[in-house]
């Protein structure tokens, strides 16, 4: 899995780790953040949600067109760090509850989303670039499943980061996260409150602090919520850091893939190399079919990243806040890295040839059950739980089973009968309209969020947080066969003068899938749940039909 790459592979994807470390740190805990501090609809929230989203990745194709055109791939990824770290640190400082404390969040997110874009697409153009020798050629899907896999090491340990940061403030100011209690002290406060919000929001008051002053228990329970949250985001800052140093120290591991066009045609014209060019029609043909792509990852992107707005929702407000037995293996992060430690140290046990290499992996392999076992039974035997915790099963997922769908494919490869790479994205869409099947079951019965506002938003029946676990595996199973592929779909069939441009392309799609986000949180209110499910099932299956009805095409040009 990890042989026969080349160095520069490592060293982009660890600073890759790194930067988004810091950005689902972030997300974990955004849309609480907004709705704790500023008391905002999902409406609302959906519209902020979905138009960031959409900056971060409608940006890399603006950073794209930098890095072709001018700068480079190398000089525009440095840049790109630094205007992301001053979007964090903006975001960390804490703030009232102002138009100029949102003018300044905003300000904070434009920085986030424009450093993103001149970093995320060209620092990908660069891995891609490493495996065009002939000596790496066959290796290209395989290294963009390693790659994707880096980043979601950095996407597992963010949501318990963020949890860590934001208890341990809110502990010090004396108070405890609790789901219910910011939407009715805003109720309190801007006088939308019932009788039985007053009642709750007294209990909850006196088993926090003691007061029966709803007024100063309201306006301290946001802002100290709201500045815990604050310090969350720095977590993102530091990550930059470490992000900044291994892409600047392992520099000379990549250096040669740092090339765009014209900087490849220079340097074969002083050397005397005659450069192969695409005709007109063979670029457009590229083009055209890239493009084709982009429309059905749309879709995808606007299912997937749900996981960030309304099924987080669902995990605050319709999901169980404590788990035992073996469910609290899954909820903490260091008992999921011992799994890890397991598996791959497994796989190395079966691909070692030697004896050492055996009896290490071995070694490791039972070192990692027994303080599996250890860790477990010291755990309580019921824990609570948060609402941003569930994001880590996805990126949790993805480095599980990048190897085995690694070593599936190496299966089919030598059979002579992998599926190609459009195919899978193909098959990954239908994959994804059975995740929110799954949640649209656990859905049944449930009362519509709207019917709730009046009690804080959280329902009296509460369902087992297997039902998000199970939709979280199953979009992972559909995320890894559709967005490395996608991304090495790209790097592999766009025309060389438009590499950058491309892969910004790749990421306009996914921009636009992350705007019509929103559109699944405007439902939230009125709708059955099971129908907002059903939506995004609907659209997964009609993505899968479009892009099997032009699978030859597609196919025809990454050959």
Same mark, same amino acid.
């Given at each position: 899995?990890?042989?026969?790459?080349?160095?520069?592979?490592?060293?982009?994807?660890?600073?890759?780790?790194?930067?988004?470390?810091?950005?689902?740190?972030?997300?974990?805990?955004?849309?609480?953040? +907004?709705? @704790?501090?500023?008391? !905002?609809?999902?409406?609302? /929230?959906? *519209? &902020?949600?979905?138009?960031?989203?959409? %900056?971060? $990745?409608?940006?890399?194709?603006?950073?794209? +067109?930098? @890095?072709?055109?001018? !700068?480079?791939?190398?000089? /525009?990824? *440095? &840049?790109?760090?630094?205007?992301?770290? %001053?979007? $964090?640190?903006?975001?960390?400082?804490?703030?009232?509850?102002?138009?100029?404390?949102?003018?300044?969040?905003?300000?904070?997110?434009?920085?986030?989303?424009?450093?993103?874009?001149?970093?995320?697409?060209?620092?990908?153009?660069?891995?891609?670039?490493?495996?065009?020798?002939?000596?790496?050629?066959?290796?290209?899907?395989?290294?963009?499943?390693?790659?994707?896999?880096?980043?979601?090491?950095?996407?597992?340990?963010?949501?318990?980061?963020?949890?860590?940061?934001?208890?341990?403030?809110?502990?010090?100011?004396?108070?405890?996260?609790?789901?219910?209690?910011?939407?009715?002290?805003?109720?309190?406060?801007?006088?939308?409150?019932?009788?039985?919000?007053?009642?709750?929001?007294?209990?909850?008051?006196?088993?926090?602090?003691?007061?029966?002053?709803?007024?100063?228990?309201?306006?301290?329970?946001?802002?100290?919520?709201?500045?815990?949250?604050?310090?969350?985001?720095?977590?993102?800052?530091?990550?930059?850091?470490?992000?900044?140093?291994?892409?600047?120290?392992?520099?000379?591991?990549?250096?040669?893939?740092?090339?765009?066009?014209?900087?490849?045609?220079?340097?074969?014209?002083?050397?005397?190399?005659?450069?192969?060019?695409?005709?007109?029609?063979?670029?457009?043909?590229?083009?055209?079919?890239?493009?084709?792509?982009?429309?059905?990852?749309?879709?995808?992107?606007?299912?997937?990243?749900?996981?960030?707005?309304?099924?987080?929702?669902?995990?605050?407000?319709?999901?169980?806040?404590?788990?035992?037995?073996?469910?609290?293996?899954?909820?903490?992060?260091?008992?999921?890295?011992?799994?890890?430690?397991?598996?791959?140290?497994?796989?190395?046990?079966?691909?070692?040839?030697?004896?050492?290499?055996?009896?290490?992996?071995?070694?490791?392999?039972?070192?990692?059950?027994?303080?599996?076992?250890?860790?477990?039974?010291?755990?309580?035997?019921?824990?609570?739980?948060?609402?941003?915790?569930?994001?880590?099963?996805?990126?949790?997922?993805?480095?599980?089973?990048?190897?085995?769908?690694?070593?599936?494919?190496?299966?089919?490869?030598?059979?002579?009968?992998?599926?190609?790479?459009?195919?899978?994205?193909?098959?990954?869409?239908?994959?994804?309209?059975?995740?929110?099947?799954?949640?649209?079951?656990?859905?049944?019965?449930?009362?519509?969020?709207?019917?709730?506002?009046?009690?804080?938003?959280?329902?009296?029946?509460?369902?087992?947080?297997?039902?998000?676990?199970?939709?979280?595996?199953?979009?992972?199973?559909?995320?890894?066969?559709?967005?490395?592929?996608?991304?090495?779909?790209?790097?592999?069939?766009?025309?060389?003068?438009?590499?950058?441009?491309?892969?910004?392309?790749?990421?306009?799609?996914?921009?636009?899938?992350?705007?019509?986000?929103?559109?699944?949180?405007?439902?939230?209110?009125?709708?059955?749940?099971?129908?907002?499910?059903?939506?995004?099932?609907?659209?997964?299956?009609?993505?899968?039909?479009?892009?099997?009805?032009?699978?030859?095409?597609?196919?025809?040009?990454?050959?």
């Amino acid at each position: 899995m990890f042989k026969n790459h080349p160095k520069g592979l490592y060293a982009l994807a660890l600073a890759n780790t790194g930067e988004r470390f810091g950005y689902y740190t972030m997300l974990a805990i955004f849309v609480l953040f +907004l709705q @704790a501090k500023f008391g !905002l609809t999902a409406a609302h /929230t959906s *519209t &902020i949600f979905g138009i960031f989203l959409a %900056s971060v $990745y409608f940006m890399p194709l603006i950073g794209g +067109l930098i @890095a072709d055109k001018w !700068l480079g791939y190398g000089k /525009t990824v *440095t &840049i790109g760090i630094v205007i992301m770290f %001053s979007g $964090y640190l903006l975001l960390a400082v804490p703030t009232g509850r102002t138009d100029l404390s949102m003018l300044s969040l905003f300000f904070a997110l434009f920085m986030i989303a424009a450093g993103t874009g001149l970093f995320k697409g060209n620092l990908q153009v660069m891995v891609g670039n490493l495996y065009d020798a002939p000596n790496y050629k066959n290796q290209r899907d395989n290294a963009f499943s390693i790659f994707y896999m880096a980043i979601n090491i950095g996407a597992l340990y963010a949501p318990t980061a963020a949890t860590k940061v934001t208890d341990y403030f809110l502990a010090k100011a004396g108070l405890s996260y609790n789901a219910k209690i910011p939407a009715l002290a805003h109720q309190f406060l801007n006088g939308t409150i019932d009788s039985n919000g007053t009642g709750e929001l007294a209990a909850l008051a006196a088993s926090q602090t003691g007061t029966a002053d709803l007024t100063a228990f309201s306006n301290l329970y946001i802002d100290k919520l709201s500045e815990s949250y604050n310090f969350g985001f720095g977590v993102a800052c530091l990550s930059l850091i470490v992000s900044m140093l291994i892409y600047l120290v392992f520099k000379k591991t990549y250096s040669y893939a740092d090339y765009n066009s014209k900087q490849l045609a220079a340097k074969n014209s002083a050397e005397g190399i005659k450069e192969v060019e695409l005709s007109p029609k063979q670029t457009k043909e590229r083009i055209i079919a890239l493009v084709l792509v982009f429309i059905v990852v749309v879709f995808f992107w606007m299912s997937f990243h749900q996981n960030g707005l309304t099924m987080t929702f669902f995990a605050r407000d319709y999901t169980a806040n404590t788990v035992d037995g073996i469910n609290r293996i899954g909820f903490d992060v260091i008992n999921l890295t011992f799994v890890l430690i397991a598996l791959y140290s497994a796989f190395s046990l079966f691909q070692s040839k030697t004896g050492k290499g055996k009896f290490i992996s071995g070694s490791v392999f039972i070192a990692s059950i027994v303080l599996l076992l250890i860790k477990y039974s010291t755990m309580r035997p019921e824990m609570e739980i948060s609402p941003q915790i569930f994001q880590q099963f996805n990126p949790f997922f993805v480095v599980f089973l990048t190897p085995v769908s690694m070593a599936i494919f190496a299966y089919l490869a030598n059979k002579k009968k992998e599926p190609s790479a459009p195919r899978k994205i193909g098959i990954g869409m239908i994959i994804a309209a059975f995740g929110f099947v799954i949640l649209a079951l656990g859905s049944i019965g449930l009362a519509t969020p709207a019917a709730l506002t009046n009690t804080g938003g959280v329902s009296d029946i509460l369902v087992s947080p297997n039902w998000l676990i199970g939709t979280y595996l199953t979009l992972t199973f559909a995320e890894l066969l559709l967005s490395p592929m996608g991304i090495s779909f790209v790097s592999k069939v766009a025309p060389p003068k438009y590499k950058g441009l491309m892969m910004g392309g790749w990421f306009a799609a996914t921009a636009a899938g992350n705007y019509l986000v929103a559109i699944i949180g405007y439902l939230w209110g009125d709708m059955p749940l099971w129908m907002v499910w059903g939506i995004l099932v609907i659209c997964c299956l009609l993505s899968a039909l479009f892009i099997f009805s032009i699978m030859k095409r597609l196919e025809k040009v990454a050959k």
